[in-house]
C-alpha cells in the first residue's frame, strides 16, 4: 500500500509540474497586460507601463520568467503579483473564503442529493421519482449567474420587503401546502386510497402549520422553544432508530430517546450558558454531548452498543443543534433590526464592521451565506441525486439483495444494511473528487456574491494576464485534486474489500 | 421484567445526567445572566454610516509609486483621506483648497509660486503638516533620489530643491522650467515625519538628507516609501497611516470593505458621517446591492441594462452625464488613403456623429451630445467657446452627395477603407456598423479589421496597420497629459510615435503646443486650445465622437451626494455625505 501510494504521489507531481509549465505559457499568452494603460494619454502611462513591464518581467521570454517563478517556488516561495504583494498571504485569505463558503454547501448538497437519489431508486418510475429526476434535470440546466440573481431579487429584496408585515396570503398557503401534499403523496407507495390520505395529511399539517407562523407573526420574532425542540428531537430519535434498528430490539432506541429527552430538558438550564457563548464554548457543549451520549448508549446499548452508540451521538448533537438554532432565532429580532430591517443579504461575507455577541455575528455571517449556499446546492443537488439513484438502483438489483429478501430479512434491513450501505460506495469517490473541486473556486457564485475565494483571485488575476497568483491558485487546486483523488482510492480499498483482496 | 429495569435504569441515567448538566450550566449561571442583558441586546443601527461601493480593492496607502498609481483605486478611497492643496472640481477644473494651504503666482520669470499652508494644519497623529512633506514629496517626485517610486517626473523635475526648514509654514516652489499645470501640482502627498522615523531618521535627519542629497542616507526611508504601505492581506500599522484630510483609514476587512472614520483631530469642517464604509462589490452585482440597502452610492460602468435595471427603482436618484473619457476616429498620416486631406474630408462628411451619438449614447444618457472637440469636453465652462472658435460643430450632420462628390474627383473609385479597434466592444462594433451604413452610400468601402489583438505590442495601432483607429483617450482638464498627442513624432514607428498613433504633423501646430506647456496663465490656455481645435478641425487630424456615459446612483436618504465628472470620482465630497 505505502509503495503504491508512494508512486502514485511521484507520478502526480510529475505531472502537476508538467501542467504548471503549460498553465504559465497560457496565461502569459492570454492578452495584453498594458490593455488597460493603452488608451491613457496622462504623462503617468508611460511610468506605469515601465513598472508594470519591470514587474511582470515582460522584457525576457515567457519560458525564462517561468523557470524564475519555478525557482522561487523551489525555495518556498510562491512570488509575488505585479503590485509587489505576496501571493501567499492572498492566497491564504482566498483559500478560507472559499472553504467558508463551498464547504457547507458541498456536505449539505450531498446529503440532500443523496437521499433524494436513494428515496427515488426505491420509488423507481413513482411520480415522485419523475418529478425529481425532472426537477434535477431543470436546476442541472439552470446557469448560476441567474439562479444566484433571481435568488438575490426573490430570496433576499422582495423576501427582506415582505418582512416588514410578514404575513402570507392565503392563496400562497393554498398552493404551498397542496404543493406538499402532492409530494408526500408521490411518496407513499400503495393504494390510491393510501395516497389520497397522504395527500389529506400533507396538506392539512403544511397548511395549518404555514397559516399559524402567518398569523402568529413568527417570521417577524421567530424561535422554535422548549416543546417544539422536545417533541421533535424525540421524534427524530425514535424515527432515526427505526430506520437504523428497527422495532425488534428496542436498545438502541432508547438510548437514542435518552439522549435526545437529555438534551431537550437542559433547554432551560442552557439559556443563561447560551447567551455568553463564544465559539470555544459551543465546540465545548458538543463534546459534552457526545461524551453523555456516548455513555448513554453504552449503557442502554446492551448487545446492540454498536448500534446503540451512534444513534445516541446522532439523537444528542441533533438535539443540540435544535436548541441552537432555536438560541440563534432569537437574536433574530435584534439584528433584524441592527441591519435596518433587511436581514438576508445579497453581497459580501459580512456586514462591514459588524459588531455584536456570537449569536448576532453568527447569524451575520449565516444571512450572508445563505443565498450563495442555496445556489450552489441547487445546482449541485442534481449530480448527487442522479448518481445515487443509478447506483441504489444497481445494487438493488443485484443477487445478493435478492438473496438477503429470500431470507425472509425485513425490507428495512435488506435496504439500510444490504442495498445502501453498497450502494454508496461508488459515490465516495464523486465526493471526493467534489472535495477536490472545491479547492478550484465556485468561479461565478464567487463573483456574483462577492466572496474573495480562489475563483475570484484566478479570474481577476488571469484578465490582468498577472501569471503569479494564477499559479498560486493552481497550485492549490492541482495539489487538492491529486491529494483527495488519493484519499478516494485509499477510502474505496477501505470499504470494498473486493479491492483489497484482488 | 427485564424491561422494567431496563427502564428504570434509563431514567435514573437521564435524570442524573440532567441534574449533573443542570449543575455545570448553573455554575456559570451568575455571570452569564449578568451579561445576557447586554448581550442579547442588539447593536444600534449604524445610522452615522454612508456606504460607496467600488469594484477594486485598495492595495496600498500609498498610490503615488509607479507600481501602485492607478486612477481610481486610491482616489475612491483616499480622496478625502489623504488630500492636496487643491482637487478635482465638479466640471473637472482645478479647485484649490485653502483648508490645507493658499497658494499664489509670485513670479513668471522663473515661474515661483508661494504656499502658505494652515497653521492649523496637522496629520491626525498630532504631526505638524508643512515643509518636511513638501521635501518628502520633492524628493520622491524630482528623479534625483531614484530609490524612492514616483510616477512620474514629469512635475516636480521642474522644480528647484525648496529652500524650507521643519516647522515652516510658508514654502516657495521655483520652476527650473514653466509648467502649464502648476496649480494641479501635487504638494501634499504622503506623512515625511513616517516615513522618516521607518527610515530611522529624525525629521530633522531627513530634511537635511533631501537637502545634501544624502541618497545612502535616505535608503531605508525608500523602501519604507516603496513597499510599507502596502496591503497584504491586512491593513498595515494605523499609526503609519496618518491622515491629512476629514477621515482616516479606520478597519479594512480583506476583499469586504474598509471603513474610514471621522478624524477627531481635523482642523477644518468636519466630516458630517461618523464612517464612511466603502465595500468591494463587482460592477454588475451594485445595482442589487443598491437596491437591498447594502450600499448607499453606486458607480457602475454605464450600460443600456443597467441603466434600465436602475430606473424602475423606487428611492433612488440616477445621475447620467459624461465623463473624461471619450471616442474618436483617427486617420492614418503615414501611409494610406488618408495622406488626402480631401479624401479625410469626404470621410468626416460621410460619418453619421449624430446618429452615433442618437442610437448609443442617448439611451445611457438622455442629454448627451456629439462631442465636436477633442481636450474639453461638454460639461466644462469654455465648451461651447471652443467649439464655436474651431468650427466643430458644423461636422455633425452627414452630407453624402459632398462626400461622394469628393470622392469621385480624388478617382479612387470604390475606396477601401480599414477602421481597427479593439475587440470585443460591442458599442464600437456598433460604430463600424453606422459608419459602414453611412459611407458606403458615398462610395466608401468600409472594413471592419476590429482584433483583439489591436492594443497589443505589434498590434494594428502600435504598427499604423489602420486606415482609421477608432479608440478612446482618458482626459483630464489639466493640459500637461494630451498636448504630445498632437505633437510631430520623431519616428513613426511603435516606440516612436509615442500617443499620436497616426502619426499626425503639424509645425505651426508643435509650437502652440510647445506654447501651452509652458503658459502659466489659465485664461491664456484657453485661447490657445481654441486654436489648436481649430488647427486640428482644419486639418482633420481626427474625429472625435462622444464622451462615454457616466453613471451615478444613489439612495435618497442621503444627502450630498454630487457626482463628479472627473477622475476625482463621487466620492469627492464624501465629507459632506449624511444620511438619514
Redesign the interface.
Same mark, same amino acid.
Given at each position: 500500500m505505502l509503495a503504491f501510494i508512494a508512486r502514485r504521489l511521484a507520478i502526480s507531481s510529475l505531472v502537476l509540474l508538467a501542467a504548471t509549465f503549460i498553465m504559465f505559457v497560457l496565461v502569459a499568452l492570454s492578452g495584453d497586460p498594458l490593455a488597460d494603460l493603452r488608451e491613457q494619454s496622462t504623462p503617468q502611462a508611460q511610468a506605469q507601463m515601465a513598472a508594470r513591464i519591470k514587474a511582470l518581467r515582460l522584457d525576457v521570454p515567457i519560458p525564462v520568467r517561468y523557470f524564475g517563478w519555478l525557482t522561487d517556488l523551489f525555495r518556498g516561495d510562491l512570488g509575488v503579483d505585479k503590485s509587489g504583494h505576496a501571493v501567499s498571504s492572498q492566497l491564504a485569505l482566498a483559500t478560507t473564503a472559499t472553504l467558508q463558503l463551498v464547504v457547507i454547501a458541498t456536505l449539505l448538497g450531498a446529503f440532500i442529493g443523496i437521499m433524494i437519489g436513494v428515496v427515488s431508486a426505491l420509488r423507481q418510475y413513482s411520480s415522485f421519482d419523475h418529478g425529481i429526476t425532472f426537477a434535477a434535470f431543470v436546476c442541472f440546466s439552470l446557469p448560476v449567474f441567474w439562479v444566484a440573481t433571481m435568488l438575490k431579487q426573490y430570496m433576499a429584496i422582495e423576501f427582506n420587503d415582505w418582512l416588514r408585515d410578514p404575513v402570507i396570503p392565503l392563496w400562497v398557503i393554498g398552493l404551498v401546502a397542496v404543493f406538499a401534499g402532492l409530494v408526500w403523496a408521490s411518496i407513499y407507495k400503495g393504494r390510491w386510497k393510501g395516497k389520497l390520505t397522504t395527500f389529506a395529511i400533507g396538506f392539512a399539517v403544511t397548511a395549518v402549520v404555514l397559516y399559524a407562523l402567518s398569523a402568529s407573526h413568527w417570521f417577524a420574532d421567530p424561535g422554535l422553544g422548549f416543546p417544539f425542540i422536545l417533541v421533535v428531537s424525540l421524534a427524530a430519535a425514535a424515527g432515526a432508530s427505526t430506520l437504523v434498528a428497527g422495532w425488534e430490539n428496542l436498545q438502541p432506541m432508547y438510548a437514542a430517546l435518552a439522549s435526545a429527552g437529555v438534551g431537550a430538558l437542559l433547554y432551560q438550564p442552557l439559556q443563561p450558558v447560551l447567551s455568553d457563548a463564544n465559539l470555544l464554548s459551543i465546540l465545548g457543549l458538543a463534546l459534552l454531548t457526545i461524551v453523555v451520549s456516548w455513555v448513554l448508549g453504552h449503557t442502554l446499548g446492551g448487545l446492540l452498543r454498536r448500534q446503540a452508540i451512534p444513534l445516541a451521538v446522532f439523537s444528542g448533537l441533533l438535539t443540540g443543534g435544535l436548541i441552537f438554532v432555536d438560541r440563534i432565532l432569537q437574536a433574530w429580532h435584534s439584528y433584524t433590526v441592527s441591519v435596518r430591517n433587511r436581514p438576508v443579504a445579497t453581497i459580501g461575507s459580512e456586514t462591514p464592521n459588524y459588531s455584536g455577541d456570537f449569536w448576532h455575528v453568527s447569524l451575520d455571517s449565516a444571512m450572508h451565506l445563505l443565498l450563495p449556499t442555496l445556489a450552489l446546492i441547487l445546482i449541485g443537488l442534481a449530480g448527487h441525486s442522479r448518481y445515487s439513484r443509478a447506483s441504489m438502483l444497481e445494487v438493488m438489483n443485484q443477487d445478493y439483495v435478492r438473496t438477503a429478501r429470500a431470507k425472509g430479512l425485513p425490507e428495512r434491513t435488506v435496504i439500510i444494511k444490504h442495498a445502501f450501505r453498497n450502494g454508496m460506495i461508488p459515490i465516495t469517490t464523486i465526493l471526493a473528487l467534489d472535495f477536490a473541486g472545491v479547492f478550484s473556486g465556485a468561479v461565478v457564485t464567487e463573483h456574483v456574491f462577492g466572496w474573495r475565494g480562489l475563483g475570484a483571485m484566478f479570474t481577476k488575476s488571469l484578465k490582468e494576464v498577472d501569471p503569479t497568483p494564477v499559479m498560486g491558485c493552481f497550485l492549490v487546486a492541482g495539489a487538492a485534486i491529486v491529494i483527495w483523488n488519493m484519499v478516494a482510492d485509499i477510502a474505496y480499498a477501505y470499504l470494498d474489500p473486493r479491492i483489497r483482496l484482488s | 421484567m427485564s424491561y422494567a429495569r431496563? $427502564?428504570g435504569?434509563?431514567l435514573a =441515567?437521564?435524570t442524573g445526567?440532567?441534574i449533573l448538566? @443542570?449543575a455545570c450550566? %448553573?455554575g456559570? #449561571?451568575k455571570?452569564?445572566?449578568n451579561?445576557?442583558g447586554s448581550? +442579547? +441586546?442588539?447593536?444600534?443601527?449604524?445610522d452615522t454610516?454612508v @456606504?460607496h461601493a467600488f469594484e477594486q480593492?485598495l492595495?496600498?496607502y500609498n498610490g503615488y $509609486?509607479?507600481?501602485?498609481? %492607478?486612477?481610481q483605486n486610491h482616489i475612491v478611497v483616499n480622496n478625502r483621506v489623504l488630500q492636496d492643496v487643491w482637487g478635482y472640481s465638479t466640471e473637472g477644473g482645478v479647485k484649490r483648497n485653502p483648508e490645507v494651504a493658499t497658494y499664489e503666482k509670485v513670479s513668471d520669470d522663473p515661474l515661483t509660486v508661494k504656499y502658505t499652508f494652515n497653521p492649523k494644519a496637522v496629520w491626525s497623529d498630532g504631526a505638524d503638516i508643512g515643509c518636511a512633506d513638501v521635501m518628502l514629496t520633492w524628493a520622491t517626485g524630482s528623479g534625483k533620489f531614484t530609490d524612492f +517610486?514616483y510616477? /512620474?517626473t514629469?512635475q516636480w523635475g521642474r522644480v528647484e530643491l525648496p529652500d524650507c526648514k521643519v516647522g515652516d509654514k510658508e514654502i516657495t516652489l521655483k520652476y527650473k522650467q514653466p509648467f502649464v499645470d502648476w496649480e494641479a501640482l501635487d504638494v501634499l502627498t504622503m506623512p515625511a515625519h513616517i516615513v522618516a522615523e521607518q527610515g530611522g531618521l529624525t525629521v530633522e535627519e531627513f530634511v537635511d538628507a533631501v537637502k545634501n542629497g544624502d541618497k545612502g542616507k535616505l535608503k531605508k526611508a525608500a523602501e519604507f516609501y516603496n513597499?510599507g504601505w502596502?496591503?497584504?492581506?491586512k491593513m498595515p500599522d494605523k499609526k503609519l497611516m496618518p491622515a491629512s484630510g476629514p477621515f482616516v483609514i479606520d478597519?479594512y /476587512?480583506? !476583499?469586504? +470593505?474598509i @471603513?474610514l472614520a471621522r478624524n477627531e483631530k481635523y482642523w477644518g469642517e468636519p466630516a458630517k458621517a461618523a464612517?464612511v =464604509?466603502i465595500?468591494?462589490?463587482?460592477q454588475d452585482?451594485q445595482v442589487?446591492?443598491l437596491?437591498? !440597502?447594502?450600499t448607499n452610492i453606486i458607480e457602475p460602468q454605464s450600460n443600456p441594462d443597467v441603466v434600465a435595471q436602475l430606473g424602475g427603482l423606487n428611492g433612488v436618484t440616477v445621475k447620467t452625464g459624461d465623463q473624461f473619457l471619450f471616442d474618436h476616429l483617427t486617420f492614418n498620416f503615414n501611409k494610406g488613403p488618408f495622406k488626402d486631406p480631401n479624401l479625410r474630408k469626404a470621410f468626416a462628411l460621410c460619418v453619421p456623429r449624430q446618429q452615433i451619438v442618437d442610437n448609443l449614447i442617448k439611451p445611457q444618457n438622455p442629454e448627451a451630445q456629439t462631442l465636436d472637440v477633442r481636450n474639453v469636453v461638454g460639461f466644462q465652462p469654455q465648451y461651447a467657446d471652443t467649439v464655436a472658435f474651431a468650427g466643430g460643430d458644423k461636422w455633425s450632420t452627414v452630407d453624402i452627395e459632398a462626400s461622394k462628390k469628393l470622392l469621385s474627383e480624388s478617382g479612387k473609385g470604390k475606396l477601401k477603407v480599414r477602421i481597427g479597434y479593439?475587440q470585443p466592444n460591442p458599442r464600437r462594433t456598433q460604430v463600424v456598423e453606422l459608419i459602414k451604413a453611412s459611407c458606403d452610400q458615398a462610395g466608401f468601402d468600409i472594413v471592419d479589421t476590429g482584433s483583439?489583438?489591436f492594443?497589443? #505590442?505589434g498590434?494594428d495601432?502600435a504598427n499604423t496597420n489602420f486606415d482609421v483607429a477608432l479608440?478612446?483617450? /482618458?482626459? %483630464?482638464a489639466l493640459n %500637461?497629459?494630451?498636448t504630445? $498627442?498632437y505633437h510631430t513624432v520623431e519616428k513613426c514607428t511603435p516606440s516612436g510615435k509615442?500617443?499620436n498613433k497616426g502619426c499626425y504633423s503639424n509645425k505651426e501646430l508643435d509650437k502652440v503646443l510647445d506654447e501651452i506647456l509652458s503658459e502659466t496663465d489659465p485664461t491664456k490656455t484657453v485661447d490657445l486650445v481654441k486654436q489648436v481645435e481649430k488647427t486640428l478641425w482644419d486639418d482633420l487630424m481626427s474625429i472625435p465622437l462622444y464622451s462615454q456615459p457616466a453613471l451615478t446612483a444613489w439612495s435618497e436618504n442621503v444627502q450630498n451626494v454630487v457626482p463628479n465628472a472627473s477622475q476625482a470620482s463621487v466620492t469627492w465630497n464624501m465629507h459632506e455625505w449624511a444620511i438619514q
Amino acid at each position: 500500500m505505502l509503495a503504491f501510494i508512494a508512486r502514485r504521489l511521484a507520478i502526480s507531481s510529475l505531472v502537476l509540474l508538467a501542467a504548471t509549465f503549460i498553465m504559465f505559457v497560457l496565461v502569459a499568452l492570454s492578452g495584453d497586460p498594458l490593455a488597460d494603460l493603452r488608451e491613457q494619454s496622462t504623462p503617468q502611462a508611460q511610468a506605469q507601463m515601465a513598472a508594470r513591464i519591470k514587474a511582470l518581467r515582460l522584457d525576457v521570454p515567457i519560458p525564462v520568467r517561468y523557470f524564475g517563478w519555478l525557482t522561487d517556488l523551489f525555495r518556498g516561495d510562491l512570488g509575488v503579483d505585479k503590485s509587489g504583494h505576496a501571493v501567499s498571504s492572498q492566497l491564504a485569505l482566498a483559500t478560507t473564503a472559499t472553504l467558508q463558503l463551498v464547504v457547507i454547501a458541498t456536505l449539505l448538497g450531498a446529503f440532500i442529493g443523496i437521499m433524494i437519489g436513494v428515496v427515488s431508486a426505491l420509488r423507481q418510475y413513482s411520480s415522485f421519482d419523475h418529478g425529481i429526476t425532472f426537477a434535477a434535470f431543470v436546476c442541472f440546466s439552470l446557469p448560476v449567474f441567474w439562479v444566484a440573481t433571481m435568488l438575490k431579487q426573490y430570496m433576499a429584496i422582495e423576501f427582506n420587503d415582505w418582512l416588514r408585515d410578514p404575513v402570507i396570503p392565503l392563496w400562497v398557503i393554498g398552493l404551498v401546502a397542496v404543493f406538499a401534499g402532492l409530494v408526500w403523496a408521490s411518496i407513499y407507495k400503495g393504494r390510491w386510497k393510501g395516497k389520497l390520505t397522504t395527500f389529506a395529511i400533507g396538506f392539512a399539517v403544511t397548511a395549518v402549520v404555514l397559516y399559524a407562523l402567518s398569523a402568529s407573526h413568527w417570521f417577524a420574532d421567530p424561535g422554535l422553544g422548549f416543546p417544539f425542540i422536545l417533541v421533535v428531537s424525540l421524534a427524530a430519535a425514535a424515527g432515526a432508530s427505526t430506520l437504523v434498528a428497527g422495532w425488534e430490539n428496542l436498545q438502541p432506541m432508547y438510548a437514542a430517546l435518552a439522549s435526545a429527552g437529555v438534551g431537550a430538558l437542559l433547554y432551560q438550564p442552557l439559556q443563561p450558558v447560551l447567551s455568553d457563548a463564544n465559539l470555544l464554548s459551543i465546540l465545548g457543549l458538543a463534546l459534552l454531548t457526545i461524551v453523555v451520549s456516548w455513555v448513554l448508549g453504552h449503557t442502554l446499548g446492551g448487545l446492540l452498543r454498536r448500534q446503540a452508540i451512534p444513534l445516541a451521538v446522532f439523537s444528542g448533537l441533533l438535539t443540540g443543534g435544535l436548541i441552537f438554532v432555536d438560541r440563534i432565532l432569537q437574536a433574530w429580532h435584534s439584528y433584524t433590526v441592527s441591519v435596518r430591517n433587511r436581514p438576508v443579504a445579497t453581497i459580501g461575507s459580512e456586514t462591514p464592521n459588524y459588531s455584536g455577541d456570537f449569536w448576532h455575528v453568527s447569524l451575520d455571517s449565516a444571512m450572508h451565506l445563505l443565498l450563495p449556499t442555496l445556489a450552489l446546492i441547487l445546482i449541485g443537488l442534481a449530480g448527487h441525486s442522479r448518481y445515487s439513484r443509478a447506483s441504489m438502483l444497481e445494487v438493488m438489483n443485484q443477487d445478493y439483495v435478492r438473496t438477503a429478501r429470500a431470507k425472509g430479512l425485513p425490507e428495512r434491513t435488506v435496504i439500510i444494511k444490504h442495498a445502501f450501505r453498497n450502494g454508496m460506495i461508488p459515490i465516495t469517490t464523486i465526493l471526493a473528487l467534489d472535495f477536490a473541486g472545491v479547492f478550484s473556486g465556485a468561479v461565478v457564485t464567487e463573483h456574483v456574491f462577492g466572496w474573495r475565494g480562489l475563483g475570484a483571485m484566478f479570474t481577476k488575476s488571469l484578465k490582468e494576464v498577472d501569471p503569479t497568483p494564477v499559479m498560486g491558485c493552481f497550485l492549490v487546486a492541482g495539489a487538492a485534486i491529486v491529494i483527495w483523488n488519493m484519499v478516494a482510492d485509499i477510502a474505496y480499498a477501505y470499504l470494498d474489500p473486493r479491492i483489497r483482496l484482488s | 421484567m427485564s424491561y422494567a429495569r431496563r $427502564t428504570g435504569r434509563f431514567l435514573a =441515567v437521564a435524570t442524573g445526567a440532567a441534574i449533573l448538566l @443542570t449543575a455545570c450550566a %448553573s455554575g456559570e #449561571d451568575k455571570p452569564a445572566a449578568n451579561e445576557s442583558g447586554s448581550a +442579547s +441586546s442588539a447593536p444600534a443601527a449604524a445610522d452615522t454610516t454612508v @456606504t460607496h461601493a467600488f469594484e477594486q480593492e485598495l492595495n496600498s496607502y500609498n498610490g503615488y $509609486t509607479s507600481e501602485e498609481y %492607478s486612477s481610481q483605486n486610491h482616489i475612491v478611497v483616499n480622496n478625502r483621506v489623504l488630500q492636496d492643496v487643491w482637487g478635482y472640481s465638479t466640471e473637472g477644473g482645478v479647485k484649490r483648497n485653502p483648508e490645507v494651504a493658499t497658494y499664489e503666482k509670485v513670479s513668471d520669470d522663473p515661474l515661483t509660486v508661494k504656499y502658505t499652508f494652515n497653521p492649523k494644519a496637522v496629520w491626525s497623529d498630532g504631526a505638524d503638516i508643512g515643509c518636511a512633506d513638501v521635501m518628502l514629496t520633492w524628493a520622491t517626485g524630482s528623479g534625483k533620489f531614484t530609490d524612492f +517610486s514616483y510616477i /512620474s517626473t514629469e512635475q516636480w523635475g521642474r522644480v528647484e530643491l525648496p529652500d524650507c526648514k521643519v516647522g515652516d509654514k510658508e514654502i516657495t516652489l521655483k520652476y527650473k522650467q514653466p509648467f502649464v499645470d502648476w496649480e494641479a501640482l501635487d504638494v501634499l502627498t504622503m506623512p515625511a515625519h513616517i516615513v522618516a522615523e521607518q527610515g530611522g531618521l529624525t525629521v530633522e535627519e531627513f530634511v537635511d538628507a533631501v537637502k545634501n542629497g544624502d541618497k545612502g542616507k535616505l535608503k531605508k526611508a525608500a523602501e519604507f516609501y516603496n513597499k510599507g504601505w502596502l496591503f497584504n492581506g491586512k491593513m498595515p500599522d494605523k499609526k503609519l497611516m496618518p491622515a491629512s484630510g476629514p477621515f482616516v483609514i479606520d478597519s479594512y /476587512s480583506p !476583499g469586504q +470593505s474598509i @471603513t474610514l472614520a471621522r478624524n477627531e483631530k481635523y482642523w477644518g469642517e468636519p466630516a458630517k458621517a461618523a464612517k464612511v =464604509v466603502i465595500r468591494f462589490i463587482p460592477q454588475d452585482e451594485q445595482v442589487q446591492a443598491l437596491q437591498n !440597502g447594502e450600499t448607499n452610492i453606486i458607480e457602475p460602468q454605464s450600460n443600456p441594462d443597467v441603466v434600465a435595471q436602475l430606473g424602475g427603482l423606487n428611492g433612488v436618484t440616477v445621475k447620467t452625464g459624461d465623463q473624461f473619457l471619450f471616442d474618436h476616429l483617427t486617420f492614418n498620416f503615414n501611409k494610406g488613403p488618408f495622406k488626402d486631406p480631401n479624401l479625410r474630408k469626404a470621410f468626416a462628411l460621410c460619418v453619421p456623429r449624430q446618429q452615433i451619438v442618437d442610437n448609443l449614447i442617448k439611451p445611457q444618457n438622455p442629454e448627451a451630445q456629439t462631442l465636436d472637440v477633442r481636450n474639453v469636453v461638454g460639461f466644462q465652462p469654455q465648451y461651447a467657446d471652443t467649439v464655436a472658435f474651431a468650427g466643430g460643430d458644423k461636422w455633425s450632420t452627414v452630407d453624402i452627395e459632398a462626400s461622394k462628390k469628393l470622392l469621385s474627383e480624388s478617382g479612387k473609385g470604390k475606396l477601401k477603407v480599414r477602421i481597427g479597434y479593439n475587440q470585443p466592444n460591442p458599442r464600437r462594433t456598433q460604430v463600424v456598423e453606422l459608419i459602414k451604413a453611412s459611407c458606403d452610400q458615398a462610395g466608401f468601402d468600409i472594413v471592419d479589421t476590429g482584433s483583439e489583438k489591436f492594443f497589443a #505590442d505589434g498590434g494594428d495601432l502600435a504598427n499604423t496597420n489602420f486606415d482609421v483607429a477608432l479608440f478612446g483617450w /482618458s482626459g %483630464s482638464a489639466l493640459n %500637461s497629459g494630451w498636448t504630445s $498627442t498632437y505633437h510631430t513624432v520623431e519616428k513613426c514607428t511603435p516606440s516612436g510615435k509615442g500617443n499620436n498613433k497616426g502619426c499626425y504633423s503639424n509645425k505651426e501646430l508643435d509650437k502652440v503646443l510647445d506654447e501651452i506647456l509652458s503658459e502659466t496663465d489659465p485664461t491664456k490656455t484657453v485661447d490657445l486650445v481654441k486654436q489648436v481645435e481649430k488647427t486640428l478641425w482644419d486639418d482633420l487630424m481626427s474625429i472625435p465622437l462622444y464622451s462615454q456615459p457616466a453613471l451615478t446612483a444613489w439612495s435618497e436618504n442621503v444627502q450630498n451626494v454630487v457626482p463628479n465628472a472627473s477622475q476625482a470620482s463621487v466620492t469627492w465630497n464624501m465629507h459632506e455625505w449624511a444620511i438619514q
